[in-house]
Every structure is written in C-alpha cells, then in structure tokens.
C-alpha cells in the first residue's frame, strides 16, 4: 500500500535537495506535487486541499531550525500534517469498568466482518481476555456458520441462535449472548452484526436496533479499504445512520493506493483503530497513524 504515494512524494522531495533557503515558488511547486500525489492516492478532495493548504502554510510560517534543511523541514511537515490526517494518536479500545465490554460490529457485507470479529477475538485472547463472539447476523444463511468456522479457528467460542430456541431475531440473539458473557464470566463480547451489499433503511435500523439493546462501549464500523472513495461515502452513511466510535480497515493488503485510509478518519471525525491486512487470522493489529505516516514516508 501506499507505494506510488510514497514514491510521487519522494520526487517531489528530491527536488528540495541542495537548496539553502525555499522561495515562495519553491513552496508552490511542491504544493502542487503533493496534491497531484494525493489525488492519485485517491485521497477525498477536501481532505487534499485542506492538508495542501495546512503544509503550505507552514512552510512559508516555520522557521527554518538549525538542525534541518529546507528539504527535511518540509517532510517533517508532511509527516506531522499525515499523522494529523490519520487521526493523530492511535486510538485503543475502551473496555467496560464493570461486566462485559461490549463491541459491535457493523457495515457492509463483504467488508470483512466476520473473520474481523475472529481476528478481533483472538487478538484479545492474547491479552489474557476471555472473549465470547455472537453471531447476530441472521441475514445471510452462511454467517453463523461463518462464524463457528472462525471461531473454532481462533478457539473462541460463538453465541449463536440454536434451532428451537427461541431466539429468532438478532436483538435477542445480541441480549442473550451478553446475559451469557455474564454467567460464564467473558469479559469482551464482539456482536457480529448483519449487512448488506448496499446502504438501506432496514439494515441501519436493524443496527440501530442492536445497538440500543445491548448499549454498546464501543462500536466498531468495519469497511473494505479497497473500495476506495465508495469507503468515505459508506463510512459517512453509518455515521449519519447508526453512528459509531472507531473504524476498521480490512483488505489493506489489497488496497495499492490508500485513499481510503488516508481519507476516512478526517472526513468521519472518527479514528481509524484496527487495520486488518490479509486472510490470516493474525493479519491484524492497532492502526498507528504515526507508523503509518512514517511508512508512506520511508
Ligand atoms: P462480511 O460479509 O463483512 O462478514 O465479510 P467476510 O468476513 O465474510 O469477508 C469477505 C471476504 O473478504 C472473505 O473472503 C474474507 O476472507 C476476505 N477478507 C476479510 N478480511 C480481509 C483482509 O484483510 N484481506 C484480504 N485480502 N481479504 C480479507
């Protein structure tokens, strides 16, 4: 990922090399250079002009420190303004004071819930947490069982609705499973919740739902990095229609330009947490704007 970002970037830097002092027009062509590798990246145009504007403005206020030339200051620049547009300081999961934390999941089929939620799970467990999965996705025949397969994977076990149970919905899937996190003392419970392949009025209310039943500590809106510029737009409709408190980027593996990444916390307000990156379960971890920053930098 990021990899013709980093290299446009890198040209326009080399250009800086050598000089002693950036003229007005110094900052401008590279200003220019840094939009055009932005917008290649696939970055939200407002987020583009607004990191523009915010280097530019520095390089011609900061003064120029002893310890750094022209050429150094302006990628010290850039880095800073990158994590700034990343979500600035990586952002850690809150858990519950008392009882079971409880994190939802929710966003589009496809995006990678389900083997998030397992990723998740086991991620947690090696921080000595006891996580319970649940299985709330009752729309596609194949999640639950999706589910168990992960799950069994990762050695978690999954809350899911038996034949014959009783619980036919997704609210009383979520409600059942957390009294069971209680009686069997789990203290993470991750509600996998159902999507579909388009943004509907159904599908945010069911969320809506869910998340009003179990009171979620946080909720957790899962995207496809690689789906580019449609990323931002859903992310915007889940905000507007459920609301969250973090994101997720999943295929960052496959996702070559970054757009979404470098887009998404800025336009949302809402910090990039977890970045999965490949279909093994240990492809996953904090996002870290700064190391993230210093990446497309390199
Ligand atoms: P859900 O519909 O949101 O629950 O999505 P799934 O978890 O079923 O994932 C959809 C597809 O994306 C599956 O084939 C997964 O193996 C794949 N997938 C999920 N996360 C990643 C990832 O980080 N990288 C890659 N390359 N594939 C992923």
Known sequence: MFATLSDRLADTFKN??????????DID??????????????????????FVGAVKERARGEEVSG???????????????LVTILGGETRRLRFAKTGPTVIMLAG?????????????????KEQKKTPLLVAADLQRPNAV??????????????FAPQPGNGIGNPVEVARAAIEEAKRSLHDVVIVDTAGRLGIDADLMQQAKDIRDAVNPDEVLFVVDAMIGQ????????FLDGVGYDAVVLTKLDGD???????????????????????????????????????????
Not at 31 to 47: K, S, T
């Open 67 to 81: 310890a750094l030339n022209p050429a150094q200051q302006i990628v010290k620049i850039v880095n800073e303004e």
């Open 256 to 298: 070559a330009r970054g757009g979404a990444a470098l887009s998404i916390a800025s336009v949302t307000g809402k910090p990039v947490m977890f970045a999965s990156n490949g279909e093994k379960m240990t492809d996953f971890d904090l996002f870290h704007p700064d190391r993230m920053a210093s990446r497309i930098l390199d």
């Open 29 to 50: 062509a590279t200003a220019r250079e840094i939009r055009i590798a932005l917008l290649e990246a696939d970055v939200a145009l407002p987020v583009v002009k607004e």
């Open 16 to 25: 800086l090399r050598g000089k002693g002092k950036l003229s007005e027009a």
């Open 145 to 158: 069982t999706q589910l168990k397969v992960n799950g069994e994977r990762v050695g978690v076990p999954v």
């Open 230 to 237: 449609d990323a931002v737009n859903t992310a915007q409709a």
């Open 108 to 124: 589009l089929q496809g995006a990678g819930k389900t083997t998030l939620a397992a990723k998740l799970a086991l991620w947690l």
